[in-house]
C-alpha cells in the first residue's frame, strides 16, 4: 500500500495510475475506472473517495484507456481544404468551441489539395475511433471517405454527399445571399456586373455561379453585361480576375466575387491603378472573414457564418447519432445574408448624372425665385 498522503496536500506526478489511485482511496481499480468515465454504478461515498484521491495524486485518465473501457474516444474529426485561407481557422475555431461545449476534443486535418495527405489524416482518424467527422472542405472528397463510411462512422458533409447511410448534407443557400447582392447592386444604378468565380467544375463554386446567373437574369442584364472569370479562391485569384474585368469593353462598374479572399486581390489592383473603389467600381465578396470589415475600404460581402455552419455540423452529427435525420432530403440548410459595407455605391457616370441633376434643379430654383 502507498504512503498515506496528508490531508490537503497534493501530489503532481505524471506517472501515477490507476492502481496506485484504488491503493489510496482504498477502492479497486475497476471502481477507479467506472469513477472516471462517468458511470453511476458506484455508490456516492465511494466516487467521492476516489475523486479525492485523483485530485490528491493528479492522476489523469488515459483517453485511449477510457475509450477501450467506456467504448467512446470523446473524440471528432474535422476535414478542411486550407489553413492560409481565413475562412477555415475562423470555422475550426468555432466547431472546437461547440465540441468543447458537449465535451469533445477535435481532431483537426488540412487536406492541401492533397490527396494523399488527406487520406493519411483518415486513417488516424479510424485509428483513434472517432465518434464523427465534419468534412468542411467545399470539394467533392466522397472517394478520400471510403475508409470512414466502411468504418460506419458518422459524417457530415458540405454540399456534396459522402453516399453513406450514416452521413448527412450541409446545404448553404447561396442563391439567397447572391440574389440580395444583385438586388443591392441594381437598386444602385448597375447594369454591368463582374462575376469572379471559384475553380470549376467544383460543386460549390457551380452552385455560385449559378446563383448569379439566375439572379442576373431576373433583373433582365445580358450575358454581355454579366462577364464572368474562372480563377482561384485566393488574392492572386482576385488580382487575375480584376485585369481581365478592366481589360473589358465596355468594363463592369461593379464585381462581385465568390469569395472575400478573391475580393480583396481585387481591391489591391483597384488601388494599385488608382481606381476608386467603390466611386468608380463597386466590391462584393462572399465569406464575410474577419479581415473583410477592416479592408480599405470595408468589404460589402455575403455572409456565411462559421458559427452557424459549426452548429449545423454538431447537431447534423448528433442526428445521426441518434439515429434520425432532419428530413426526407437527408440535409440540413444553412443560410446566407448580405452585409452591406462601403465598397458599394452608385456608378459613376449615375453618381455624376444626378450630381448634373440637382444642380441643375438649383439653378431653376434660383431662377424662380428671382
Known amino acids: 500500500m502507498s504512503a498515506k498522503v496528508p490531508a490537503g496536500k497534493k501530489i503532481r506526478s505524471n506517472h501515477v495510475d490507476i492502481v496506485q489511485v484504488a491503493q489510496h482511496a482504498g477502492v479497486s481499480p475497476a471502481t477507479v475506472s467506472r469513477v472516471a468515465n462517468g458511470q453511476s454504478t458506484v455508490a456516492k461515498h465511494l466516487a467521492k473517495r476516489v475523486w479525492k484521491a485523483i485530485e490528491e495524486l493528479g492522476y489523469t485518465p488515459n483517453p485511449q484507456a477510457r475509450a477501450l473501457v467506456s467504448g467512446r474516444s470523446r473524440v471528432l474529426g474535422l476535414l478542411v481544404s486550407e489553413i492560409t ?21 477535435v481532431m483537426i486535418g488540412s487536406t492541401n489539395y492533397n490527396r494523399e495527405r488527406a487520406k493519411l489524416f483518415i486513417r488516424r482518424l479510424v485509428q483513434r475511433r472517432v465518434e464523427g467527422v465534419a468534412v468542411m472542405t467545399f470539394r467533392a472528397e466522397s ?35 447572391i440574389d440580395q447582392t444583385i438586388q443591392h447592386l441594381a437598386l444602385l444604378g448597375h447594369r454591368r456586373i463582374g462575376f469572379a468565380s471559384g475553380p470549376l467544375p467544383h460543386l460549390t463554386n457551380v452552385r455560385r455561379r449559378d446563383a448569379f446567373l439566375n439572379s442576373v437574369k431576373k433583373i433582365g442584364l445580358s450575358a454581355q453585361n454579366t462577364p464572368i472569370f474562372i480563377g482561384d479562391h485566393t488574392f492572386e485569384g482576385g488580382t487575375l480576375a480584376a485585369l481581365h474585368f478592366l481589360k473589358c469593353k465596355p468594363r463592369p462598374t461593379a464585381i462581385v466575387c465568390s469569395n472575400d479572399m478573391m475580393a480583396i486581390g481585387v481591391l489591391r489592383v483597384m488601388t494599385e491603378r488608382g481606381i476608386r473603389v467603390p466611386r468608380e467600381v463597386s466590391v ?22 462559421r458559427q452557424e455552419l459549426a452548429h449545423a455540423a454538431f447537431r447534423g452529427l448528433e442526428q445521426l447519432w441518434a439515429g434520425s435525420s432532419p428530413d426526407s432530403n437527408n440535409s440540413i440548410r444553412v443560410r446566407t445574408g448580405l452585409v452591406i459595407r462601403q465598397s458599394t455605391d452608385p456608378p459613376l457616370e449615375l453618381a455624376d448624372s444626378l450630381r448634373t441633376r440637382s444642380r441643375s434643379r438649383k439653378v431653376k430654383v434660383r431662377s424662380a425665385a428671382i
Open 85 to 105: 485561407n481565413p475562412f477555415f481557422p475562423e470555422l475550426m475555431q468555432s466547431f472546437e468551441d461547440v465540441a468543447g461545449e458537449h465535451d469533445f476534443e
Open 143 to 177: 472517394h478520400l471517405l471510403d475508409e470512414l463510411v466502411a468504418q460506419d462512422i458518422p459524417l457530415v458533409t458540405i454540399d456534396v454527399s459522402a453516399n453513406s447511410a450514416r452521413s448527412l448534407v450541409l446545404e448553404v443557400d447561396y442563391a439567397y445571399g
Open 284 to 305: 462584393v465578396g462572399f465569406d464575410d472573414i474577419h479581415l473583410a470589415e477592416f479592408t480599405n475600404p470595408p468589404l460589402t460581402t455575403v455572409c456565411m457564418s
